[in-house]
């Protein structure tokens, strides 16, 4: 795909070929580029400029981060806000690899030697976090070219569609990303209030109605993410008579007002689906050391993509 400047698209950047977990299934037209083939997509080195984004926690929550690495890391990606969470993982741990390498460090926090060198699973970190324990400090190293092969395709979307005891037919879809950025900032809010009330738990003056006040808010919030999550897998609905409603504000008032048994059915369609796709990122690592092997949910944390790159060559990677 050229960019119609010749300085950029004389760049010849590294590249790594995926194959998109959605195939592209669940885009309305507009949202990849008109000759982009979701099963074998480029995605390119990210920026210099765009690593430093992912060290700044206001750029990452935003989103920003995240759509200027689709600028110039996967410019067939038209619409970044539309790209689902799951497609959006395996694009970001692509430019990661084309960037710095394959293998990626983290920190070891097992914990698992005792003082006479036997192993102890059961280890937990102390409250005295200076205390030190031998695991400590030795990396647990990942090859991001297996987790990448972790990244599967979905089921097509005739599986995400099911068909409630009123005749009409409910049409899922993965959850985008940028959705995913608002339940995250939703959960940093209850979070925030649920540490209000802590506070003032402590304070002998305690103002009883700014704590039911602050509870309240954060059942409010809570209420809110769920429906917000719930609404988002919903793609669109077919009315018993065949029609196709996409309108969001329709598909939300409709949700308003399912009863709890749709709720339901829809929901344990949900996990069914679309269950897995969350798991993708998790791989088991092993301490060098203790062999212990613990899960790492290794997309939990973009900044230690970038900010603590290795400098290893690429090893070409085709999918």
């Not at 993410?225 to 669109?236: I, P």
Request: charged share 25%; with cysteine; net charge negative.
């Amino acid at each position: 795909m050229t960019t119609g400047n010749p300085l950029v698209d004389g760049l010849k950047l590294p590249g790594v070929s995926i194959s998109l977990p959605t195939r592209g299934r669940f885009y309305d037209d507009g949202v990849l580029a008109p000759d982009a083939d979701p099963e074998n997509i480029t995605v390119t080195a990210n920026s210099l400029w765009n690593e430093t984004a992912f060290r700044d926690p206001y750029r990452i929550m935003s989103g920003k981060a995240y759509t200027d690495l689709l600028r110039v890391a996967c410019p067939e990606i038209l619409k970044p806000d539309q790209i689902s969470n799951v497609d959006m993982e395996l694009i970001f741990i692509a430019s990661r690899i084309a960037s710095s390498g394959n293998e990626i460090d983290f920190n070891n926090n097992c914990l698992a030697i005792k003082e006479d060198g036997t192993i102890d699973p059961e280890a937990k970190r102390p409250e005295d976090s200076s205390q030190k324990f031998p695991c400590e400090g030795l990396p647990l190293k990942l090859d991001l070219r297996h987790l990448v092969l972790r990244y599967t395709e979905l089921e097509k979307p005739n599986e995400w569609r099911m068909t409630l005891d009123n005749g009409q037919t409910v049409q899922l879809r993965p959850v985008r990303y940028s959705k995913m950025l608002d339940m995250y900032r939703h959960i940093l809010d209850i979070m925030r209030a649920q540490r209000q009330i802590r506070q003032q738990g402590g304070n002998d003056n305690v103002d009883e109605e700014q704590m039911l006040k602050i509870q309240s808010g954060i059942m409010d919030s809570s209420t809110v993410s769920q429906e917000k999550l719930f609404s988002e897998s919903v793609w669109w609905v077919e009315t018993a008579d065949g029609a196709i409603v996409s309108q969001r504000e329709f598909i939300d008032q409709w949700i308003d007002m399912l009863p709890s048994a749709f709720v339901d059915k829809i929901n344990e369609k949900i996990e069914d689906v679309a269950g897995e796709s969350f798991k993708f990122g998790v791989v088991e690592a092993n301490c060098e050391r203790c062999g212990l092997s613990r899960e790492i949910n290794a997309v939990a944390d973009p900044s230690r993509f970038f900010g603590n790159a290795s400098q290893r060559q690429t090893t070409p990677l085709r999918r």
